[in-house]
């Protein structure tokens, strides 16, 4: 049989490598990195090979299923599609009827991004259900970054990007890119962007808790105690002022605030941080002088100074620091993409309005913020447990595995047990979805169609590619957008002889029409003809002009982020002075350690532990501790270790290394897959456990409401 070969991006992760696909018909042959993809040259990593292995899993849902329970035995019922959306429709229309629809909650995991069907089409739903109690992995991972990008810039999206291909200094503080290929940064083959940094002259520098994969190429290392990093930017902010190397540059004439900052950060001096950041004075004022003096360079946080106690004032700092030595918004820098579907696009006449969707509402139990129309997930499982009015009863997951990838897990666990209704769209079951009555599996990777919506907004070029299915859609299937327009136009009460189902592709290409190179003929068409994808030119300057504050202005000091000072200096005082406690943050019991988490290039968040070329050698599901700890704790490389918070507890080898800080300890997300009840074979086979039954719903950044899942007090000791 003839070979057919298949052009598609990579749908695994934020880097959207170009992939060449051969098969035989649908069976898959070879996948491998396609050269004439003019972003990606022709990288790939492990994990797209294991595309294949998600395409012919034998574990993975095509038909859905229903729970069926007879005397407390659950069993799964395969069903027809219109069965299915029937009955879902049914039930979360009896829930609303009885409850309201905020009673109806809705959770998108991480994957929406990466699929451009649920990423258009589950809004709609979300809509017709009618409910604002919709929760995302946004606050497990990037509300800083979109909090910060709302207050100095004006709008959640207009979050700048490292210009590595023309930086010649790049701190990296918070982030491991050699192991998850880049975030919030969109760049594949970020090793050999990295090298070429080095080559030509340039320096990297990693500020991270431990010596990653990344720290091991960059040229400077430095180790840093969890969630303090609010002290080393606001030092290094100090040092700026203090040293007179503050120079905004082009931005002068637009910023505002730079008095004020000057006093909110008078007091951090590098002396007064060192001993709590563990990162000395000396080092602190040579980066800054370095980061000021280099015309160049660019200053990059990610999850690490995210999903931590600080995350919103860390990701302001970042953008102050680069603001305030004119790497804002230019070459080498940090700079704004301009996509070729552009959500932000002015619209000439239209007048600005300010971007409203903050503290609109609060969750009902413990009154967090809303932020971009979401709750933070951390309060998931209380509003399903608290009774009273606006309790949660049903939940619809899409994409997510809250029970592995949120804090308290455990918690999740049992409250999702406890709900009335749930209903997942997902390709497993797994952790999480063995509690939904019903999940609809969708077309998924190398079938469906996508265009990286989000992903071209981050991406450290402008570059534009759609992917197409490798495959005609099997009979008896349906794509992710199908499954959000039968449930929507059911909960709607369309009658039946005027249902439409919305295609995205449609959306697309009108995005790609109406975007800034719809001129230039950009469209859907275009994309379809060019299947490597076509490349849009480099970054480029774009304020003021961007900027999407009604005052068309920057503003460095904004109120929300001062008054949150006086946290982070309560917590100061109390790291300086032990006895002193802290109104908010967990006190540091003695004896125990932080623990924060890592990435490696093999895994994928929770959820592709059932693809045996990923899992397949060592067990990395390990405890990294420092010897001097170990020693102290009478604990050996591959020992049991028993790991405990306040909210749980979990037992996993230790490995000894001195690539992690003392007092620190460190263990990948995303394992523990030994909960009855699920389905993915591999997966039990490499159950390892999971960190977030350690990270503690309490704990959070209050800012922002994004969890705070690093820096998290545990106790460890040796089993038996
Ligand atoms: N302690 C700790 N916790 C963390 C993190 C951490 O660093 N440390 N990282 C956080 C971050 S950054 C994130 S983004 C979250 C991720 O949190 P989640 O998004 O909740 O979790 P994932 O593991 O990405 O789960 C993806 C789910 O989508 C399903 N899936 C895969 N492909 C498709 C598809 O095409 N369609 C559908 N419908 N379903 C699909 C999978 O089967 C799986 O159930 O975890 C967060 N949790
Ligand atoms: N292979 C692989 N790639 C992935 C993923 C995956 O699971 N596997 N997940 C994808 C997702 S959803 C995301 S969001 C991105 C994330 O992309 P990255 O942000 O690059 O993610 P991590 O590798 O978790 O890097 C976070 C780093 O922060 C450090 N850190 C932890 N706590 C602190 C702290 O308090 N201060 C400082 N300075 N550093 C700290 C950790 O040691 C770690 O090295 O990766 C994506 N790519
Ligand atoms: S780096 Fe990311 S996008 Fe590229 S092949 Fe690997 S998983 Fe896919
Ligand atoms: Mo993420």
Redesign the pocket.
């Given at each position: 049989m003839e070979l057919q070969t298949h052009y598609r991006a990579c749908?695994l992760c934020e880097a959207i490598c170009g992939l060449t696909v051969t098969h035989q018909n649908g069976q898959v042959v070879s996948i491998s990195g396609d050269p004439a993809d003019p972003f990606s040259r022709g990288h790939i990593c492990p994990k797209a090979v294991a595309l294949k292995d998600i395409y012919e899993d034998p574990n993975r849902l095509r038909r859905p299923l229903k729970r069926v329970e007879t005397n407390g035995e659950v069993s799964w019922q395969e069903i027809g599609w219109e069965q299915a959306f029937d009955e879902v429709a049914d039930r979360l229309h009896q829930v609303r009827t009885a409850h309201g629809p905020n009673a109806i909650g809705v959770?998108a995991?991480?994957?929406?991004v990466?699929?451009s069907g649920?990423f258009l089409s589950m809004p709609g739903l979300v809509r017709a259900i009618g409910t604002r109690t919709m929760f995302s992995?946004s606050s497990?991972?990037?509300f800083p970054h979109h909090f910060a990008a709302w207050q100095l810039f004006g709008h959640p999206l207009l979050m700048p990007v490292p210009d590595l291909d023309h930086t010649d200094f790049w701190i990296i503080i918070g982030g491991n890119p050699i192991a998850s290929n880049g975030?919030i940064m969109t760049a594949p083959d970020v090793g050999t962007r990295l090298r070429a940094i080095q080559q030509r002259g340039g320096r990297v520098v990693v500020i991270d808790p431990r010596r990653t994969e990344t720290a091991l190429r960059a040229n400077e290392h430095q180790f840093i105690r969890p969630g303090t990093d609010v002290f080393l930017l606001l030092a290094m902010t100090q040092v700026l002022f203090a040293e007179n190397l503050v120079n905004v540059g082009r931005l002068a004439d637009v910023t505002d605030g730079l008095n004020a900052l000057q006093e909110a950060v008078e007091t951090f001096s590098p002396e007064t941080v060192a001993s709590v950041t563990g990162v000395q004075a000396d080092d602190i004022r040579r980066l800054t002088r370095e980061l000021a003096n280099t015309p160049r360079a660019a200053l990059y946080g990610r999850?690490g100074v995210s999903?931590q106690e600080f995350g919103g004032l860390c990701l302001w700092l970042v953008n102050v620091l680069n603001l305030l030595t004119g790497h804002l918004d230019e070459p080498g820098g940090m700079l704004f993409t301009s996509p070729a579907i552009d959500a932000l696009a002015d619209r000439p006449g239209v007048p600005k309005n300010p971007y409203t969707k903050y503290n609109r509402f609060q969750s009902r139990v413990s009154g967090k913020a809303e932020f971009m129309g979401e709750i933070p997930v951390a309060c998931l499982a209380e509003e399903a447990e608290t009774p009273g009015p606006g309790q949660l009863r049903a939940l619809v997951t899409?994409?997510?595995?809250?029970v592995?990838?949120?804090?308290n897990g455990r918690r999740v666990d049992e409250a999702l047990a406890g709900l009335e209704f749930m209903v997942s769209?997902?390709?497993?079951l797994?952790e999480?979805?063995r509690h939904a009555d019903y999940i609809l599996?969708?077309l998924?990777?190398l079938e469906?169609a996508n265009y990286d919506l989000t992903f071209h907004v981050l991406a450290i070029r402008n570059t534009a590619r759609y992917s197409e299915p490798m495959v005609p859609k099997p009979a008896g299937t349906m794509y992710?957008w199908e499954i959000f327009e039968n449930l929507r136009l059911r909960l709607t009460g369309t009658p039946r002889d005027e249902w439409k189902l919305q295609n995205p592709a449609k959306t697309i290409d009108q995005g790609l029409r109406f975007g800034p190179y719809g001129q230039t003929g950009l469209s859907l068409e275009q994309l379809l003809a060019n299947p490597h994808g076509i490349d849009l030119g480099p970054l480029r300057s774009q304020l003021p002009a961007r900027l999407q504050t009604p005052d068309h202005r920057i503003n460095a000091a904004p109120p929300l982020f001062l008054a949150d000072l006086s946290r982070a200096q309560a917590a100061i005082n109390q790291l300086v002075n032990p006895t002193l406690s802290a109104p908010g943050s967990p006190p540091a019991p003695p004896g125990s350690l932080l623990l924060i988490?890592r990435?490696h290039l093999r895994d994928?968040?929770?959820?592709m532990h059932n693809a045996r070329v990923l899992v397949k050698g060592r067990n990395r599901c390990t405890l990294l501790i420092h010897p001097d700890d170990a020693a102290r704790l009478g604990i050996g490389t591959g020992q049991a270790v028993r790991v405990r918070s306040r909210v749980g507890e979990i037992e996993l080898p230790a490995d000894v290394s001195a690539d992690i800080m003392p007092g620190v300890v460190c263990m990948p997300?995303?394992y523990g897959h030994n909960r009855p009840g699920t389905r993915q074979d591999i997966a039990q086979q490499h159950a390892g456990a999971s960190?977030?039954d350690l990270?503690d719903e309490a704990f959070s950044d209050t800012l922002t409401g994004n969890?705070a899942?690093?820096g998290v007090p545990v106790w460890v000791e040796s089993v038996g």
């Open positions: 749908n959770y995991g991480n994957p929406t990466h699929n649920s992995a497990v991972d990037q975030s999850v999903t899409s994409c997510g595995n809250p592995l990838s949120t804090p769209v997902d390709i497993y797994n999480t979805t599996p969708p998924t990777g469906t992710d988490s990435r994928n968040n929770s959820w997300h995303g960190v977030n990270t969890a899942l690093n």
